[in-house]
């Protein structure tokens, strides 16, 4: 691991790095986020990338177990992105689903080439929920780390460039809680239980977060991939997902501003049998922002598709901003003139009237090629949009 005091000093010339190259520029990357969420036109479209191994950008001093577990090596990588990557949204979490279950006394494995992964389930059974209890953000596990990730934050670039913290929804908690197969059984046999366990996990996400916006002072993401399409049918999103993710947006709204956060609900929408009326009753719980995934665009990977157009004004019409994501295979395979190409195009049919931004994740051993042609054209992407 680079010592504290050698991360500190690279961390500050990346800061002084990103005040010339803001100084540069019409807007600051927080300017362009605070006019892309007020559904304004920026001088340009706002793009982001995540990083969620050191790897990603060929760093090799910092290791995974450290990534993930030492604040200032996660943000020294970070700033990295920002500042040497273009990478204008850094998410202040590598590992979105874990968090929480480790504080209450998880086994999480740390392996190089991959993202951490949970050992065993903690709840082998119904009656081992008696035994859990919400864990202290302060205290527990890797908890006081993010928190600690936020402060760094305000200290370096938080002047400059909207960074996103992150807890997990409730479904996605109880998955990882009791895995997935299991919990799919458990809501055959025994829904009663279900209900007991996500309650239970509700608050354990609004405590979390709660104690990120305090230090924060912004909403976090709620992460909610296991309770997409096609992990879990509509029925079961209605019944066992909606409600409790409803629950935690509204109390995990900032209470300064008014917004709340994103709400990872990122794919699968296409498979609804109606996809606009189960977008809007998506939209109804209240998040500021919602992913839609290249798959979903193009019908590709046992996907169907949705209009792009119509889907970006549904969101707009419900003051939700529409965040579209490259899929890794994209980005790792290229080649740059289609990136580029795709980056483009979905400018032009969804960014007009703000309330739009670009993303992907940024996989392990991407060509730099490949990298620059998404970063290279999001500057491309200028407003206003010339039809």
């Known amino acids: 691991m680079i010592a504290e005091a050698e991360l500190e000093r690279r961390i500050q010339e990346l800061v002084e790095k990103m005040r010339d190259q803001v100084a540069k520029e019409a807007m600051s990357p927080l300017e362009r986020a605070i006019k ?3 559904f304004e036109e920026p001088d340009r479209l706002l793009g982001s990338f995540a990083v969620f191994s050191p790897f990603c950008l060929g760093v090799s001093e910092v290791s995974t177990r450290e990534y993930y577990t030492h604040p200032l090596g996660f943000y020294y990588v ?41 050992a065993d389930p903690l709840l082998k059974e119904p009656k081992d929920l008696l035994k859990l209890n919400i864990p202290d953000p302060q205290r527990d596990g890797r908890m006081p780390v993010m928190l600690e990730l936020s402060r760094l934050h305000q200290r370096y670039l938080g002047d400059m460039v909207f960074a996103p913290t992150s807890c997990c929804g409730p479904f996605s908690l109880a998955v990882g809680l009791r895995g997935y197969e299991t919990l799919l059984r458990d809501i055959r046999r025994d829904p009663l239980f279900v209900h007991e366990l996500l309650g239970f996990c509700c608050e354990v996400s609004i405590t979390y977060g709660k104690a990120l916006l305090e230090v924060h002072k912004a909403s976090p993401t709620i992460q909610a991939a296991w309770e997409c ?38 794919y699968g929408t296409s498979l609804a049998p109606n996809w606009r009326s189960f977008l809007r009753t998506v939209c109804a719980m209240g998040m500021s922002a919602l992913p839609l995934m290249e798959e979903d665009i193009f019908g590709r ?87």
């Open 78 to 118: 970070q700033a990295l992105a920002v500042v040497e990557w273009g990478n204008e949204t850094p998410l202040l979490y590598g590992d979105p689903y874990h968090v929480e279950i480790e504080a209450m006394g998880g086994e999480v494995e740390y392996p190089e080439d991959t993202q951490p992964f949970l």
């Open 229 to 266: 399409l096609p992990h879990v049918s509509p029925q079961i999103f209605y019944e066992f997902g909606l409600p409790y993710l409803t629950r935690c947006v509204e109390a995990l709204r900032n209470p300064a501003t008014g917004m709340t956060g994103t709400v990872f609900y990122g």
């Open 36 to 38: 892309t969420w007020s």
């Open 301 to 387: 990977r046992g996907y169907r598709k949705v209009d792009l157009a119509e889907f970006k004004h549904i969101l707009a019409s419900m003051g939700v901003v529409l965040m579209t994501f490259l899929h890794t295979d994209t980005i790792m395979d290229g080649p740059p003139e289609r990136i580029r190409q795709l980056v483009h195009d979905f400018f032009r049919i969804a960014g007009k009237g703000g309330g739009y931004t670009a993303s992907t994740t940024l996989p392990i051993g991407a060509p730099q090629e490949n990298v620059r042609a998404f970063t290279d054209a999001i500057r491309e992407c200028t407003y206003p949009i010339e039809v």
